[in-house]
């Protein structure tokens, strides 16, 4: 009997799981790294940049929901979503030892498939890699890609490299052969300070400095020349905020015209390349509680730049109101149906 596709699914694109101690992927590791993390302590860390444990982050009635019965209740059932995709935010993409943070994201994503994927056929999941070492970043994006329920390769903003370096290029390479966009979330391996003028005091800054981060790693992907020469390579920003991006692009195709002598292989301004390959998530919305303005702002980002997230279980919005003032049903049904399927190649059979 053939399986009928749902048509028009709900995505929501951008579920938060968190894995609580590294002690849950111990049965993930092979012989070798179990015994290295169990002598070393390293299974009693909790080594994650996800906020959902800090209270102040997280909605209360959502606070300490971890399994997979609340978690498809709450982000799936009740926001009326089909299909959520999974980013696990752990510090094994922060670990100095490659090797170490290679078998880490192994079992992370061994951890995702049995503990979520297979428990609800509406959960897809981000593929965690190690990208302090491109070379073993890519023999994991090999080693998952082979699961459609992988829909995506997951990086951090912020890190020790602008990510549109050469030596980041064999990521790209593998994630465009397997039809997997790059998700490039909020968040941080505290390599260096948040700012390029000092460490700030305060977690306010630090999170306000994450836009700073994906306007930098933006410009360095378009610069450098990413999109040119990956073309069937998507971006998604998640967690990014929005209302920065068109004051960015003017700045950037202005500067463009003066100084394009320099990139001889941007052939296009750097905006139409934004608009074509790049996608950021709904959550958290930072735009003003004002319908006529929101709706002037997304004019000038465009409604096919957006995808619909909740940022579960963060706190950005009460009860089940995901949708910021402005946002009508039509734009909602673009950015939770269309956008989405055209962004991720493997939800096509969803």
């Known amino acids: 009997m053939l399986q009928r596709v749902n048509p028009t699914p709900k995505i929501d694109c951008d579920l938060h799981v968190t894995l609580p101690t590294t002690q849950k992927l111990l049965p993930f590791l092979d012989d070798y ?13 909790e080594l994650t940049s996800d906020l959902s444990n800090m209270p102040p982050a997280v909605r209360p009635d ?7 019965d609340q978690v498809r209740k709450r982000a799936l059932d009740d926001m009326g979503s089909d299909i959520a995709i999974c980013n696990c935010l752990y510090g094994s993409q922060a670990v100095y030892n490659q090797d170490l943070a290679a078998a880490l994201c192994r079992a992370t994503n061994d951890w995702l498939a049995k503990e979520w994927l297979d428990k609800d056929d509406r959960f897809r999941a981000s593929i965690v890699i190690p990208w302090q070492s491109p070379e073993l970043a890519v023999e994991e994006i090999e080693r998952r890609a082979s699961d459609p329920r992988f829909v995506q390769v997951l990086m951090m903003v912020l890190g020790e490299t602008p990510l549109g370096k050469r030596q980041m290029w064999p990521i790209y390479a593998a994630a465009e ?7 490039i979330h909020s968040g941080t391996i505290y390599r260096s300070a948040p700012w390029t003028n000092g460490w700030p005091s305060y977690h306010i800054e630090d999170q306000v400095a994450q836009s700073v981060g994906f306007q930098t790693q933006l410009l360095s992907l378009v610069a450098e020349g990413v999109f040119e020469q990956f073309p069937w390579l998507n971006v998604v920003l998640l967690e990014s ?3 920065w991006l068109p004051s960015f692009l003017w700045r950037i195709d202005k500067l463009w015209r003066g100084l394009r002598m320099e990139v001889p292989w941007l052939k296009r301004a750097p905006s139409e390349i934004v608009k074509e390959r790049v996608r950021l998530t709904m959550q958290p919305f930072d735009g003003p509680n004002d319908p006529q303005i929101v709706r002037e702002m997304i004019d000038q980002i465009g409604p096919d730049m957006m995808l619909f997230s909740t940022d579960y279980p963060h706190w950005n919005f009460e009860g089940a109101d995901f949708a910021p003032a402005g946002f009508d049903a039509d734009l909602m049904a673009k950015l939770r149906t269309e956008n989405p399927m055209k ?8």
């Open 241 to 243: 905020g929005v209302t």
């Open 62 to 68: 959502w606070r300490g929901e971890t399994e997979v």
């Open 343 to 350: 962004t991720y190649a493997r939800l096509q059979g969803a």
């Open 33 to 45: 790294w179990r015994e290295q993390v169990t002598s070393r302590g390293i299974d009693r860390l």
């Open 177 to 183: 052969k397997h039809g997997l966009p790059i998700g």
